[in-house]
């Protein structure tokens, strides 16, 4: 990699590339954006939710890279002609000079940099040529079948990718062999979901980056696999050891082959598709979009992916994802802090410890004689660790206990034991595939006798039920991707790579088991064990997430976190950045609405002046639900069209429901509009959402007609979805959804930042938790700038200066406390939209 020694100018806001004119925070947002980028720093970005903040960030971040690379390649020949004749012009001196020494060792060192800078030029015209040579074969996808022949034919003899198909080998399967190369600065831009990617190329096809960019998306094999009978198997992990364990048989997989990988390898690389496009290109080409996006890793410009695939350091690994000298944008980040901490957490199961012990006892019996004494030494010191863990989860202790790691290890009795040592093992001999093999057999083959129990198939199927959950909480997209057509497989292929009709209920329990393990190793101070022998459940919980983000400052170039909500930051910064503070650069930004287009209540009181108070004790009183169900009844005559109203759980919002029933409210309210309600689980949202939406259509949106929604902060209608006109002209927030204080995990959270960054650090912490999820809440509805919307927050907390700090800035400067009385709220949000119908009129 070649670093400029000139530095870029901040170029003009018509010079980014942005497909429509950007309003001021844009224009700010992006050369703010690339200002960061040059400097190598630490950007933190607040932009409203509904301001175009994504296309913003990536059509900044790609003018920089478009502008960086031709400094890259001007200065590096201009360096390359300036060295050369400063060599000259030495060596001609060094033949007068009478201290030939010095003269030499000025030459000397002008002669290495020579070479050096040459290298990195032919690297570089070796990687212009690949990428032409890819363009080339590309092209030649669009021609008739007879014109591509001989294209074919010497696409066979390219050793590109790695021919043996048959490896074993994780890491090699899916990196490439390691080659000196010449590297420009790549761009990583993560999000949360594969839905929220997609629509950033979605985006980029408008803009001119789309045309020339080289943009991949990086997936699991759950989203891209393409082979008809893996697709049939239900559960991820299961999946993956499939996947793994076809790479054993002669021949492999049909859609690994190498002509086939290559070819949508460099579809891939030149056209812009999602991870769904990937998956139908690649069941058109008949090459597996799973390790084509890994072959074309190093020729991207920008990679999309979501959060574990580059907040986890063993799954960069393993990918082949290099950060040094990289721009990383983390989008939508304003749950980073926990989104960390949750990726590396591991919870492990008794059903899980007992099948594993199961599994490892069947293994060492077949293969004991087998094993050298130091693989064996291995194998026992496993199974020791995994009997210990099932006595620590044994009665009669009932009650849940946080410990630290080398407690655990001490009352476990196996602190002695180097865990590292039986991790290498485990890496070094695949040993996880291995098991899985073991487990295979068990349940198809079960030889029970009276030293060795059967396998319980009751374990197995509670074991399947707790995946096929994770799955339901997982799976993403994949409605649309099953309704794709995938080419079925020939004869030939089927006999070749034969699978089973009916796949294992589970997957191994020995992966769980080494990333617990694994959680071990790390720093006592970081993480606690939370023991849990009544739900038979061990769980380790990272508290310092600075640990695994440290290696991802320092080896990008510049970061860049951005979100709807960011503030407050001090959390954010002083957990992750706070050895380096000199680099973090802070901006927040307004909304592109007028500030007339929001009018923001907060409601201290009810219709008939009772306080609203909707704490954990209060809220289920007969009093609150009382003046929640006149609240609601009279917004509902005077909002128009759509009604979004979040109370803080599932348990409080069929409370709520049955409250409206029995009181006859939910008739009445039902005569005006629509009645619908959100259901624990986030099963059938998207059906749920278009009978709202249609609801709200039909009523042709007069005053009290529409729909009302019921729903849950922090559930699957409170984040990334949007209400945007006639579908949220009413945003109701019931009560402060504080999470359970006491809960063993927050406690500990709590006091570990108490511990760590002082006194009243873990109420910060806490109060955060439950003002980030308001604010998701109410960035719901104000989507665009012709957009508009009221908002009420129902609690009397909410009138507090400390509470009103912590909302957006948008939404504070503007916000009104009814200390006049409910009726005056009811006739200003009349007047509101009275308002706005005689502008859209005029319009």
């Known amino acids: ?48 939710t509904g301001t175009g903040k994504s296309l913003t960030l990536t059509c900044g971040a790609l003018t920089w890279l478009r502008q960086h690379e031709q400094l890259v390649r001007s200065e590096l020949v201009q360096r390359i002609g300036q060295v050369e004749a400063q060599l000259r012009q030495l060596q001609d001196a060094g033949e007068q000079a009478s201290d030939w020494i010095t003269a030499q060792s000025k030459t000397r060192k002008h002669r290495e940099e020579l070479q050096q800078l040459q290298r990195l030029r032919d690297l570089w015209q070796a990687k212009e040529q690949e990428l032409l040579a890819i363009k080339q074969r590309s092209s030649q996808r669009h021609q008739p079948r007879a014109a591509r022949h001989a294209g074919e034919q010497l696409l066979q003899a390219e050793p590109e990718l ?30 949360r979901t594969h839905a929220q990617l997609a629509q950033i190329v979605a985006e980029l096809r408008k803009t001119p980056h789309g045309k020339s960019v080289r943009c991949i998306s990086l997936g699991s094999r759950h989203q891209l696999c393409i082979h008809a009978q893996v697709r049939r198997i239900s559960n991820v992990a299961l999946i993956n050891e499939r996947c793994l364990d076809m790479a054993r048989l002669k ?72 950060l040094r000298g990289a721009v990383i944008i983390v989008d939508e980040a304003h ?15 008794r059903d899980q410890l007992q099948l594993a012990r199961q599994q490892l006892a069947a293994y ?69 595939q291995k098991l899985q093999g073991i487990g295979q057999q068990q349940e198809r083959e079960p030889h029970p006798n ?32 099953q309704q794709m057509h995938l080419p079925e497989t020939d004869e030939a292929n089927q006999k070749d790579v034969k699978l089973e009709e009916k796949p294992l209920a589970v997957a191994s329990p020995i992966r769980p088991l080494l990333a617990f393990l694994e959680t071990l190793t790390s720093n006592a101070a970081d993480g606690r064990v939370l023991l849990n022998p009544k739900a038979g459940t061990l769980k380790y919980l990272l508290l310092n997430p600075a640990e695994h983000f440290a290696d991802i400052i320092s080896e990008a170039r510049a970061l860049i976190i951005a979100g709807g909500t960011m503030q407050p930051t001090h959390e954010l910064t002083a957990q992750l950045f706070a050895h380096c503070p000199e680099r973090v650069v802070e901006r927040f930004y307004s909304h592109v609405v007028p500030p007339d287009a929001v009018l923001p209540f907060v409601l201290p009181a009810g219709p008939t002046g009772t306080k609203l108070c909707f704490s954990y004790t209060q809220r289920t009183s007969f009093a609150m639900l009382n003046e929640l169900r006149m609240v609601l009844q009279n917004l509902c005559s005077v909002l128009p069209a759509g009604v979004v109203c979040f109370l803080p759980s599932y348990d409080y919002l069929e409370t709520v429901y049955a409250h ?50 019921l729903s849950v902060v922090g559930g699957k209608l409170s984040e990334g979805l949007n209400f945007a006109d006639d579908l949220g002209r009413g945003v109701i927030v019931v009560g402060l959804p504080y999470p359970n204080r006491t809960a063993p995990e927050l406690k500990e959270r709590m006091r570990h930042l108490d511990d760590t960054l002082g006194y009243a650090a873990g109420n910060e912490y806490y109060e955060n938790l439950c003002m980030k999820a308001v604010n998701q809440c109410i960035g719901r509805s104000v989507r665009h700038i012709r957009d508009y919307a009221c908002v009420y927050l129902l609690d009397e907390r909410y009138a507090s200066e400390r509470i009103q700090k912590k909302l957006p800035a948008w939404i504070a400067r503007h916000i009104h406390v009814a200390s006049d009385g409910f009726g005056a709220v009811q006739a200003r949000t009349a007047r509101f939209f009275k308002a706005r119908s005689s502008t859209d009129a005029t319009c």
């Open 1 to 48: 990699m070649y670093s400029p020694r000139k530095a870029l100018p901040v170029p003009a806001a018509e010079d980014f590339g942005f497909p429509y004119t950007p309003y001021t925070i844009q224009e700010q947002l992006m050369q703010q954006l690339f200002l960061v980028l040059e400097s190598k720093q630490i950007g933190i970005f607040e932009s409203p």
């Open 660 to 709: 409206l029933e029995q009181s006859g409210a939910l008739q009445r309210i039902g005569q005006r509009k629509r009645i619908f309600r959100e259901k624990a689980g986030g099963g059938g949202v998207e059906q749920l959402l278009q009978q709202y939406a249609d609801a709200i259509s039909q009523s042709a949106g007069p005053a009290g007609g529409g729909a009302l929604l």
């Open 450 to 481: 009276e030293n060795r129990p059967p396998p319980t198939q009751q374990l197995l199927q509670r074991l399947a039920t707790q995946h096929q959950q994770q799955l339901s909480q997982t799976q993403l997209g994949g409605k649309r991707k």
């Open 335 to 349: 749950n980073l802090l926990d989104t960390i901490a949750q990726l590396h957490s591991s919870e492990l199961s």
């Open 162 to 191: 790695n021919s043996d198909e048959h490896t074993t080998d994780v890491l090699e399967e899916q990196v490439q062999e390691q080659q000196e190369r010449f590297r420009d600065v790549q761009i990583f831009y993560c999000s």
């Open 251 to 322: 021949p492999s997989c049909p859609h690994k082959a190498p002509n086939q990988v290559q070819r949508m390898r460099d579809a891939s690389l030149s056209e812009l598709m999602d991870i769904e496009e990937l998956a139908t290109q690649g069941a058109a080409c008949g090459g597996c979009p799973y390790y084509a996006t890994r072959s074309a890793l190093a020729q991207a410009q920008l990679v999309l992916l979501p959060y574990p695939l580059l907040l986890q350091r063993s799954t960069r690994q393993q990918l082949g994802i290099d």
């Open 364 to 432: 060492k019996e077949r293969y004991a004689r087998r094993l050298s004494s130091a693989n064996l030494l291995r194998i026992n010191q496993l199974i020791f660790v995994v009997r210990r863990l099932l006595l620590a989860l044994a009665p009669p202790l009932d009650e849940p206990r946080l410990l630290h790691t080398y407690q655990l290890c001490a009352e476990g009795e196996f602190f002695n034991i180097d865990l590292h040592a039986v991790l290498q093992f485990c890496a070094r001999t695949r040993f996880a």
